[in-house]
């Protein structure tokens, strides 16, 4: 939760048996531990010949709402000029958080669940991350935590069980990050969940309860991605929170970093505002390689005090209050979008999923607890009314799938912008016409082939169209680039590096000269193709059965722990091996949860 409001806003912007994660998985680095993370993504056809489309969201207009826009002919008031072969930080995605507020409104509620997860709901905001509470917050009714055992109180499995049986069979390529906002008391000086600061003496017990609810919540079937040590580290207000040093963060840091490594997991630093780069810069320094990226919130500061960090950034929490949908959308299209991705950021996520129509249900006791905090949906009964910033969210996942590279992006007239290219070829602006008119904007790729489209003033806009550089003869092609390193170029367009001779025999494709590899993001080093009925086990922990070898292959997700140990008991044998490789082969039907 926020710790300072801006004006009327308030901003921020397992062991094996973890095996439950999305379906289709793309090999995209984003460092950190020393390990590349496989990034879920959602399969999408590579079509170099895909025409470009246009979404525009009006501040004013309830049906200009992901209004599709064609291009037009008009003379141009605005240009976007993008550059593919310019490539930057890979693109986490877009989501926000599972409150104790939002679980109670969306469970059961197929509808509402939909419009945040979908991947291909028209008017969905089509989110990939979540962003999971390890305790009470202030939009938590009753006060818990976890037990200093390690066991989870009734609040973590309805969040755990909703996420489960509602949202991945929405968004099978669900990435979570979680994050507490107290040790149990005992933990703690004093002895409350309210307010209060880790005690030196329960750094270790602190660690390990970590590590525990990493291994939890992956045997249930989570696909946690990552963990912050604690919201809001340096904050401890009235209700659930807990303050935690720098120093106490690097210890805990040390201890427990190579133990979520070994469960998939990576270590997501501080978890505070912009203002807070200091303390970024002192626990990165004491334990770099403990973590992956560094998670920063809204509420302080600006984007571009994050920038130059020796890890990329995520920015995990953000809300809007009481500002109206204009200035939502000019605050939001330069803070978390534009400057924030200048600034090296790689994902947006926002607060509450959904509020009820008194911005609630909230902590009834905290004085110090948001009262006017937006969710991204308002639940009254049946009626469900997104919010500004759901349409923020949507139009950035729209430009950019999971996956994608930010590439250069250069406005002129009355637009910001900022340009991903995806793994299928294609790729996509989001910005805001800031200004008072109507801007026709001309998109150009390096310059040229300019596409045009009619933007409102003040509307959010999205555009997305192929690059320049042919690519759909090259998927399932070895490459061979000017240096004399060969590739492989996987269906997802991702070029993996063939290191080896043996691999070289094995992929036995035909070799393609090529003249530039800016349009194919790098992924793992290349790997053979299964050639016989195996658990096939990827690097991040994901695993499946393939079968059907040699005539039809398929592969099985496992939704558990115990389908896991199911299938290596029937004699499956364990095949390692890099994670394209596996999202290659067709999908079949999902494995049952239990042997």
């Known amino acids: ?78 240009t976007i000029v993008v550059d593919p072969s310019a490539l930057q930080q890979p693109w986490r995605g877009v989501g926000a958080s599972l409150t104790d507020a939002s679980v109670g409104l969306l469970e059961g509620n197929r509808t509402a669940t939909e419009m945040l997860f979908s991947p ?21 009714p009753r006060l818990w935590s976890w037990t200093a055992a390690g066991a989870p109180p009734a609040q973590q499995t309805a969040a755990v069980r909703y996420l489960i049986d509602e949202v991945l069979p929405v968004r099978r390529s669900l990435s979570v990050v979680a994050t507490a906002w107290s040790a149990p008391a005992s933990m703690k000086q004093p002895a409350t969940l309210r307010g209060g600061s880790l005690r030196s003496a329960s750094e270790p017990a602190y660690g390990d309860l970590l590590v525990k609810q990493a291994s939890w919540l992956k045997e249930q079937g989570v696909p946690l991605r990552a963990m912050a040590i604690s919201n809001e580290p340096d904050y401890a207000p009235d209700y659930t929170s807990m303050k935690v040093t720098a120093p106490q963060q690097i210890r805990i840091a040390n201890a427990v970093s190579s133990r979520l490594t070994q469960r998939s997991v990576q270590l997501w630093a501080v978890d505070h505002n912009w203002e807070h780069r200091p303390a970024y810069d002192e626990v990165l320094a004491g334990a770099r390689s403990a973590f992956a990226a560094a998670a920063v919130h809204c509420y302080g500061g600006t984007p571009g005090q994050m920038a130059g960090l020796p890890v990329r950034t995520v920015l995990t929490e953000c809300t809007g209050t009481t ?15 534009t400057t924030s991705i200048e600034a090296g950021s790689t994902g947006l996520m926002m607060w509450n999923l959904a509020l009820n129509a008194s911005n609630g249900p909230i902590d009834p006791v905290s004085a110090k607890g948001c009262k006017s905090c937006r969710g991204l949906l308002t639940i009254s009964g049946d009626l469900i009314t997104p919010g500004p910033e759901f349409f923020t969210l949507g139009h950035v996942a729209r430009a950019a799938r999971p996956g994608a590279r930010v590439i250069s992006s250069a406005s002129e007239g009355g637009v910001v912008s900022s340009a991903f290219l995806n793994s299928d070829g294609t790729i996509g602006v989001v910005g ?3 200004s008072s008119s109507e801007e026709v904007v001309d998109v150009r790729v390096r310059g040229r082939n300019g596409v045009r489209f009619r933007v409102g003033p003040g509307e959010l806009f999205t555009f997305t169209g192929p690059s320049t550089e042919p690519v759909t003869d090259l998927r399932n092609a070895v490459v061979q680039a000017s240096t004399g390193e060969r590739y492989l170029i996987d269906r997802s367009g991702y070029r993996h590096r063939i290191t080896s001779a043996s691999v ?23 790997g053979c193709p299964p050639t016989r009925n195996s658990v096939y086990s990827s690097p991040d922990g994901a695993s499946y059965l393939v079968t059907g070898y040699p005539s039809r292959p398929r592969r099985r997700w496992m939704p558990t722990g115990e389908a896991y140990w199911c299938a290596v008991g029937a004699g499956y044998p364990v095949v390692q091996g890099p994670t394209y490789v596996v999202r290659e082969v067709p999908m079949g039907q999902d494995l049952p949860k239990e042997c």
């Open 120 to 140: 291909t709901r028209a008017d969905g905001a089509r989110l990939n991350w979540l962003r999971l509470p390890l305790s009470s917050t202030d939009f938590s």
């Open 323 to 337: 500002d109206t949908w204009s200035g939502t959308f000019r605050w939001d299209a330069i803070n978390l979008i």
């Open 432 to 434: 805001h016409n800031q």
């Open 1 to 78: 939760m926020p710790s300072a409001l801006h004006g009327s806003r308030r901003r921020a912007v397992a062991s094996l048996a973890s095996i439950a994660t999305a379906a289709s998985l793309v090999a995209a680095s984003f460092g950190g531990s020393g390990a590349e993370a496989q990034e879920p993504r959602d399969p999408a056809p590579r079509t170099a010949a895909a025409a470009w489309q246009g979404w525009v969201t009006s501040p004013t207009d309830p049906a200009r709402r992901f209004k599709v826009v064609p291009t037009i002919t008009s003379a141009a008031t605005a």
């Open 504 to 526: 070289d025999a094995c992929l036995g494709a035909p070799v393609r000269t090529l003249t530039s590899l800016a349009p194919y993001p790098l992924g793992e080093d290349a």
